[in-house]
């Protein structure tokens, strides 16, 4: 019988105790896995759903660029320019007014050329030899006359600094070769064009006018342009024409006798391919929903976010807004052309929009661009919506009669500035003082932006604000006038187009604000993780303090253990002894 190599109580195996630290590990692992894991699980889903939520938002803010674009109203008011010759150029800012217009060049604007009377074999050609020095005055139209002091002795290329110094870039001064046996030649110009920058020259001796003999000759004389504008003959200092037509600049190229047809038109070409990349953006978007949002019956297989009624939301609420009808009962599916067979029949329709079954947005651009040409403000209506403004106005009450009134400037002011002095008579009548007044008000429309015109019964005025500004009437007797003193503003109203709406929607998804449906979305995630990392952090200090008192225990008990052990040794080996003698 070998006693030795049996475990004592079943709890020691040729000396070695079971109580070890492998056995602490298996049972702290089995716990862990019980505790700890399923937390892990929740907090490897959630970080799936940090990533998908921020390319969610990249997606969103790349869709609002897309959209963006068709609700503004600057989108709208590019301008395209067609000019049917070379004798001008046009160029029409955004949102000027679309028109056609005939121009004809009769003269260019010029400006003043004059050359020195005398050429030098040199540019170190003595100007000034006759021993004295000379005053050389030049005068740019009715301006006041520069005055070069010519020394005794001055040469061709000292006349031109000293030209160049005082003429202050108004005046400009060259010497050229023009070639022969004296080929430099001093030629002066003004740098502005126009009749009034014609140059005269006259020299000095002192205060006394002096024929030096060195005269000036004119080589162009500076001229106005003249040209005819839809039949109507006008006048400029210059070739380039800002201040005729509003938002339009014509650049006066060359003279010609022929008519030349101008045609200020919508550009709205850039909007086709801006429509393209929005439904490139738009099916982007709601694939990637469609991935976060899936379940998959046979498999399993869910996305991040299913289940999840303000992601899942989305999509629809993407469709119900980019297909409604707006208060005409038109939608963007509105937006078609006729389909023709062989024989010019229509059998169907083209539609610039549509959506697959599979929910993907489809876009036929060449539709798009036919309604485009064919009715902008009605696809702009339909995209954007469209602003109507009614202008300020104020309606002011009989004008007052039968009294002699004496009104100084400023007791009346419109918009901060004085209208003008005027009287009323007794024997005027209200309608006579009315139009007195209307006189005094209309002689500060430049200054005011208000216009006023008569009533209905023609004793009264009615001012208005053509330029979407407020009316501000004020002074100590606007009220006698029957004027209603206080501000008067335009009203504006706004009816969202398709875009427009979607812009709105697109902004409480990602905007810049906490309530935001993205905001709160990411920081509700933020939380989460917060907790569950708290949560196992927890769980695993509660395991660590329960194995660190096991630890503890299995120690003492093994002491125990190998104590018996040793006192058990003695007694088998008596036991062995005593066996082996009676053998």
Same mark, same amino acid.
């Given at each position: 019988?070998?006693? %030795? ?30 505790? +700890? ?33 068709? *609700? ?7 301008? %395209? ?13 955004? /949102? ?44 740019? /139209? ?32 060259? $010497?050229?070769?023009? %070639? ?7 030629? $002066? ?121 303000? +992601? ?6 993407? !469709?119900?807004?980019?297909? *409604? ?9 509105? +937006? ?58 104020? @309606? ?17 002011? @419109? ?17 006579? !003082? ?20 008569? /009533? ?92 660190? $008192? ?10 125990? $253990? ?22």
């Amino acid at each position: 019988m070998a006693v %030795g190599s049996v475990s004592m109580l079943g709890l020691s195996l040729n000396g070695q105790s079971a109580l070890n630290a492998d056995l602490i590990d298996q049972l702290k692992e089995a716990d862990k896995s019980v505790m +700890i894991k399923p937390l892990e699980t929740q907090l490897t889903k959630i970080y799936k759903k940090q990533e998908d939520q921020t390319k969610l938002v990249e997606k969103i803010n790349a869709f609002r660029d897309a959209t963006s674009v068709f *609700a503004s109203d600057s989108s709208y008011l590019k301008r %395209g320019v067609s000019v049917g010759g070379d004798s001008v150029s046009i160029t029409a800012n955004d /949102g000027a007014a679309i028109q056609t217009m005939t121009l004809k060049v009769e003269k260019l604007a010029k400006n003043s050329v004059a050359q020195l009377g005398k050429n030098f074999d040199t540019e170190s050609g003595i100007v000034n030899g006759i021993g004295k020095p000379l005053t050389l005055k030049i005068a740019r /139209g009715a301006s006041a006359a520069l005055e070069i002091e010519v020394k005794n002795g001055m040469t061709l290329s000292e006349l031109r600094d000293a030209i160049n110094e005082a003429g202050g870039g108004n005046i400009s001064a060259s $010497i050229l070769n023009v %070639g022969g046996n004296e080929p430099y030649s001093l030629i $002066i110009k003004t740098a502005k064009t126009g009749a009034s920058e014609q140059l005269s020259f006259e020299w000095f001796d002192g205060d006394n006018p002096f024929a030096s003999g060195i005269g000036f000759n004119d080589t162009q004389k500076a001229q106005d342009a003249e040209f005819v504008y839809n039949g109507l003959s006008v006048t400029r200092s210059n070739n380039t024409v800002s201040d005729l037509v509003s938002g339009v600049t014509i650049e006066l190229k060359k003279a010609d006798l022929a008519d030349t047809n101008v045609s200020i038109a919508r550009s709205l070409s850039d909007l086709s391919e801006q429509m393209k990349a929005f439904v490139d953006s738009y099916n982007d978007l709601t694939k990637f929903l469609d991935e976060i949002t899936k379940y998959t019956v046979d498999s399993g297989e869910a996305g991040s976010f299913q289940g999840d009624g303000r +992601i899942n939301s989305i999509r629809g609420e993407l !469709n119900k807004i980019l297909f *409604a009808a707006n208060e005409e009962g038109k939608n963007i599916s509105d +937006i078609s052309r006729p389909q023709y067979d062989l024989s010019g029949e229509v059998v169907g329709m083209f539609f610039a929009f549509n959506l697959s079954e599979k929910g993907t947005l489809t876009y036929d651009q060449k539709t798009f661009e036919q309604a485009l040409s064919q009715d902008p403000e009605g696809v702009e209506k339909l995209l954007r919506g469209v602003t109507n403004t009614v202008n300020a106005q104020a @309606i002011g009450a009989a004008t007052p009669s039968g009294t002699d009134a004496s009104y100084a400037s400023g007791d009346l002011t @419109i918009n901060g500035a004085a209208i003008g002095a005027f009287n009323f008579d007794a024997a005027d009548s209200s309608a006579k !003082n009315a139009q007195k007044l209307l006189e005094a008000i209309n002689a500060k429309t430049s200054e005011t932006g208000v216009a006023a015109r008569l /009533g209905a019964s023609g004793a009264n005025i009615i001012l208005r604000n053509d330029f979407g500004d407020s009316i501000v009437i004020g002074g100590a007797k606007a009220s006698e006038l029957g004027l209603p003193a206080g501000t008067f503003s335009a009203t504006v109203t706004n009816k969202n187009g398709v875009f427009s709406n979607l812009d709105k929607y697109v902004d409480k998804l990602s905007g810049f604000w906490q309530d935001a449906r993205m905001t709160l979305v990411e920081n509700q995630l933020k939380s989460d993780v917060t907790n569950l990392t708290e949560s196992i952090q927890k769980a695993l200090n509660r395991i660590n303090a329960k194995y660190a $008192i096991m630890t503890a225990q299995f120690a003492s008990y093994n002491a125990l $253990i190998s104590k018996y052990q040793s006192s058990f040794s003695g007694v088998a080996q008596m036991i062995e002894q005593a066996a082996n003698s009676k053998n």
